[in-house]
């Protein structure tokens, strides 16, 4: 079992920057990947990013990359998604999400992730 839990959502405007973070608990944080997802109202939930067990290996969506760094702190169980430039499209709720299968982090879809947290909102303003 792995419980997640998201903060640093917020209001800011474009090209301002956001720090979320992602709280594990549970299952030996070391052992599987963690991926973003965001969902806009009245769209579907899309990735974001994902990082590997290690760290080693990173993953983005084309949409952020160069603009969005993912990374993780194994020893405070954290992972976190600094975002830069932000754009208005960047505007849904965000999403970290747990991955015991694909521990590589490859996994960009959704189903490839059995733990969800709540979601924190994020807001960019044009």
């Known amino acids: 079992q792995v419980q997640l839990v998201e903060s640093g959502g917020g209001l800011v405007q474009a090209g301002g920057s956001l720090r979320l973070s992602c709280a594990a608990s549970?299952?030996?944080?070391?052992?599987?990947?963690i991926g973003w997802f965001r969902q806009a109202p009245g769209k579907e939930r899309e990735f974001v990013a994902a990082?590997?067990?290690?760290?080693?290996?990173?993953y983005y969506a084309d949409s952020v990359k160069g603009r969005f760094t993912i990374s993780r702190d194994n020893a405070k169980n954290t992972v976190y998604l600094q975002m830069n430039s932000l754009k208005p499209e960047d505007t849904a709720v965000y999403y970290c999400?747990?991955?015991?299968?694909?521990?590589?982090?490859?996994?960009?879809?959704?189903?490839?992730?059995?733990?969800w947290g709540q979601g924190t909102q994020v807001t960019v303003s044009s």
């Open positions: 990082i590997s067990w290690s760290g080693g290996n990173t």
């Open positions: 999400a747990a991955s015991i299968k694909y521990p590589s982090g490859v996994a960009t879809g959704t189903s490839g992730y059995g733990y």
């Open positions: 549970g299952r030996t944080f070391s052992t599987y990947a």
